[in-house]
């Protein structure tokens, strides 16, 4: 079992940038496959973002290329969403997620990221 603290969301400008960070804790970092969601208000939670392999492979949702950039460093267990050029469709809640075959599906909490006009 592994526990996710997301945190770094807050209030900025469009076009402004912020970096979220997730702190893994519990079994072995490399053993999960990492992906960063988001859920607006009345919306379905949607993909951003996922990190593969290690770090080896990286995956975005369309509204996230060229914005977004996942990483991780193993040595921290910490994944990263470092995001520019927000936008204000990209008001959200982001979540961390953390994947294995083996040992299941888990959440973060959230962390609010709100982008005004």
């Known amino acids: 079992q592994v526990q996710l603290v997301e945190s770094g969301g807050g209030l900025v400008q469009a076009g402004g940038s912020l970096r979220l960070v997730c702190v893994v804790s519990?079994?072995?970092?490399?053993?999960?496959?990492f992906s960063w969601f988001r859920q607006a208000p009345g919306k379905e939670r949607e993909f951003v973002a996922s990190?593969?392999?290690?770090?080896?492979?990286?995956y975005y949702a369309d509204s996230a290329k060229d914005r977004f950039i996942i990483s991780s460093d193993n040595a921290k267990n910490t994944v990263y969403l470092q995001m520019k050029s927000l936008k204000p469709e990209d008001t959200a809640v982001y979540y961390c997620?953390?994947?294995?075959?083996?040992?299941?599906?888990?959440w973060g909490q959230g962390t609010q990221v709100t982008v005004s006009s």
């Open positions: 997620n953390a994947q294995s075959t083996l040992w299941g599906n888990y």
């Open positions: 519990g079994r072995s970092f490399s053993s999960y496959d």
């Open positions: 990190i593969i392999r290690s770090g080896s492979v990286k």
